[in-house]
């Protein structure tokens, strides 16, 4: 069966300074699937994120996004083509509500956000109410950001990336600052809205039991470079990786 190929980056370098950040990456991410990326501290996996999110521009390569070049597109066009972003701390208004934070999204989905809008006037609200009932956040809508734990106000912030409406997702280790339990049910009602909005995603992840749960590929970053991937039962029982990247002594 032929996969659709969503992202696809050719020959990415950047360095800063004396650090090889991205050296020659070439990256497929096909519909549907959940790919984990993993590596050691300072691999580049982050830079990658920024480069396909526009945030940061390679001095050589391309990033495709349904077979369209993206590389020297800004981040907001990115956005708006269909690539969204969570990021490992939210990035949300503390002092609006949850369900503020997403009709300030959808607000600035459709149109140029007006800072002084009526937040009650904004359309969308039954579909933003919809999208906090997906991440199982309806409870908390009401609430202000700044008042919620912070695994809910990390499920605020995907529901924002999904109001969105992207094709494709991208995580920096969306469970990170959680304690472990709590990771799963995170990681249980993001896989289901993935799959329930039909969004492919890419995680940034450093808990293997989370890679192993819940990617079907996963990639392995270091020095910059992608140094393998595979099903996460191949890449998490090579000896490489249990050494390299999950620091077992062997
Ligand atoms: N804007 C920048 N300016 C200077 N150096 C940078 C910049 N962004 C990244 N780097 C450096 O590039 C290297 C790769 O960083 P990156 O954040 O992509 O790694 P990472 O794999 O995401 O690491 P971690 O797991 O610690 O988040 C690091 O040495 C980092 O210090």
Redesign the pocket.
Known sequence: MTRNTVLETRGLEI???G????DNVNVQIFEGQNLA?I????????????ICTGY?KPTHGTVEFFGKDITRKSPRQITRLGIARAF?IPQLFADHTALENLLIAASARTRNWAPFQDLDDIPEKDEMNDLLRLVDCQDVANQLVSELPEGKRKLVDIAIALALKPKLLLL??PTSGVASAEKFQIMDILHHALAEAQVTSVF?E?DMAVVEKYADEVAV?SL?AVQMRGTPEEILSNPEVRRDVIGEVL
Do not use: M, Y
Request: proline fraction near 4%; charge should be neutral.
């Open positions: 360095r800063f300074g650090v090889v950040a991205a990326i590596g050691p501290n300072g691999a580049g996996k982050t830079t990658f994120l920024n940061v490992q920096d280790e940034v450093h970053w910059g």
